[in-house]
């Protein structure tokens, strides 16, 4: 492009968007952060990056630009304007349709055939349902930065191709949505025929939800924490590690007494990393800034403690839904009731906290994979037979029994519970046995079950995960990467268990702790050995869930290092 009577370079995308956003007879007038931040300038970066909440919050309006259709892509080349879309006009035109308050069966998208029951696709709107598709799965709902350009600014509008959307559609698209899948047309959805078109809707909806939410609740005033955000936007890409974090700062309104965290790229992104991760542990007073996968074979070089800060592709939706079932049962324990209290970060890599150890791990299962269902259960199989379980008794089992121990555990002890139209997640009860019984006979005798418990969605929650034994004979969930001698631990601060391995102590001499202060970082040194640990991950073990084996043990926590 010409810039200042200058050629300057710019991406493909946004060459097109510049394109298709300029206006045809007078100027107009945008920010683009691609081109008004010097990218090569650390300095100049870290200076912006910090404006950036408020550029976003005191603009106009925001244009959202989705990307051009590929279908127009080869020939705009040639021509002085590019073509108008018709897979966005589409698209756009039928989230209007769908945003209308009518019922499933009412909008003209769909029809029933005679007396039938099925819903099926009006021909005419076929395409349009193709186009919505293409528009679903455009990078751009993935990417880190394009976050505070949804939940800032006053208006925004969304921009595909040739065409534009106002906010309020998809608004009115994710809430018409919602509504018919859970509530009022939900026999309709069940029966729709093309059952990929209900995928792309809920994946739109999926997508489109904790965007609008976070909007939502700062347009309130709701106080939002960076863990907050980390929590929801986990899955969100980045070119620049650094940004996982930076691209979240201008939305953060409670940074409790910690003070806020000031970007610099001048830092590498271990430390920025594991400083935003060790402020989120002491805004919150607790160890929920530790959960998360630990599947990455090259995690940018952090440390054990820290998870995952980003998703593989060849994993993403695995991950994606093992993350969101996970985060809804840990909410429902409490392995330790207390304060996540003395906790330091030593030389910006090393979360030195108090920690309980519990049992150590004596024999490891087989590794459940995102396979098919008859693999599944054939591992299952094999959990059954290293536990020594032989039958499955017609009424429940006493809940200290082996059998107790591993039906809760394949569940995370929890199953769902529909209350007020909302699937919520309750603790499991003796009387739930009865429909697990079911489920576990068929497998015990090499059958494929009838059916899946509760819809076996926590069989997605056991991907990347085994059983194991302890050496007090206690039946646990833990990481694939388990292993005989790690350690199960309970955390000060964390509503879950840890397993831990431990690792040769080192003297830690003259290194710089940070506590977090107010004022900064404060400065001390340490010179006592403690051991250290290397985090596997998160897990579930029989009988501490609830608090009992702090409340058992609340002398036995001690310092420890992790990794």
Not at 338 to 356: A, E, G, T, Y
Not at 481 to 495: A, F, M, N, P, T
Request: proline share 5%; with cysteine.
């Amino acid at each position: 492009i010409s810039l200042d009577n200058q050629t300057f370079e710019v991406t493909e995308n946004l060459y097109y968007a510049l394109r298709r956003l300029r206006y045809t007879s007078s100027p107009r007038t945008m920010w683009i952060d691609a081109i008004c931040i010097n990218q090569r300038d650390n300095d100049e970066k870290s200076i912006q990056v910090n404006m950036m909440g408020t550029i976003y919050s005191s603009c106009q309006k925001a244009v959202l630009w989705l990307g051009e259709d590929p279908e127009v892509i080869h020939i705009s080349m040639e021509w002085p304007t590019i073509p108008l879309s018709s897979v966005a006009q589409r698209a756009f035109q039928l989230c209007r349709i769908l945003g209308q308050v009518r019922h499933l069966n009412e909008l003209p998208c769909f029809f029933t055939a005679g007396s039938s029951h099925e819903l099926t696709i009006h021909p005419y709107f076929q395409d349009h349902f193709e186009s919505l598709k293409a528009i679903t799965y455009v990078p751009w709902w993935t990417r880190i930065w394009i976050l505070q350009e949804m939940a800032l600014p006053d208006q925004i509008e969304y921009a595909f191709a040739s065409e534009s959307c106002p906010y309020i559609v998809m608004y009115n698209f994710l809430g018409r949505n919602v509504e018919h899948r859970e509530v009022c047309c939900s026999d309709w959805w069940g029966s729709l025929a093309e059952k990929e078109i209900s995928i792309v809707l809920n994946d739109l909806s999926s997508i489109l939800y904790p965007l609008l939410t976070v909007r939502y609740h700062l347009s309130r005033d709701i106080r939002l924490s960076l863990l907050d955000l980390r929590e929801q936007f986990w899955s969100f890409e980045a070119t620049d590690s650094r940004d996982f974090i930076y691209g979240l700062l201008g939305m953060v309104r409670d940074w409790g007494d910690v003070g806020p965290l000031v970007p610099d790229y001048n830092l590498p992104p271990s430390t920025v990393i594991c400083e935003a991760l060790f402020r989120c542990i002491k805004q919150s007073r607790n160890l929920n800034a530790l959960l998360g996968t630990r599947w990455l074979l090259d995690n940018m070089d952090l440390p054990s403690w820290v998870p995952d800060m980003r998703v593989s592709q060849v994993d993403r939706v695995t991950a994606m839904t093992y993350i969101d079932i996970k985060t809804v049962l840990r909410k429902r324990f409490g392995t330790s009731r207390l304060p996540c209290s003395k906790v330091d970060l030593i030389s910006n890599s090393i979360l030195r906290l108090q920690s309980l150890p519990v049992d150590t791990i004596k024999v490891v299962g087989d590794s459940m994979q995102w396979v098919g269902l008859s693999t599944r259960h054939s591992v299952i199989q094999q959990w059954m037979t290293m536990c020594g379980i032989q039958c499955w008794p017609a009424d429940p089992p006493p809940e200290i029994s082996i059998e107790s121990q591993f039906w809760r555990a394949i569940i995370n002890d929890c199953v769902p519970h529909i209350s007020a139209e909302v699937q919520l997640r309750r603790r499991a009860t003796q009387h739930d046995y009865y429909e697990m019984r079911t489920y576990m006979l068929a497998i015990y005798h090499g059958e494929a079950p009838a059916g899946l418990p509760y819809g076996m969605d926590h069989s997605v929650g056991l991907v990347g995960s085994v059983m194991f034994l302890t050496e007090s004979g206690v039946v646990g969930m833990g990481p694939a990467k388990c292993q005989s001698g790690d350690e199960v631990h309970v955390l000060r601060g964390s509503k879950v268990p840890y397993i831990l391995r431990p690792e040769t102590p080192a003297r830690l001499e003259g290194s710089c702790i940070r506590n977090g202060a107010e004022d900064g970082i404060s400065v001390r040194t340490s010179r006592s050995s403690i051991p250290s640990y290397s985090v596997i991950g998160d897990g579930f073990l029989y009988g501490i869930m609830d608090g009992e084996a702090e409340r058992n043990n609340l002398e036995g926590f001690r310092t420890v290092d992790l990794i």
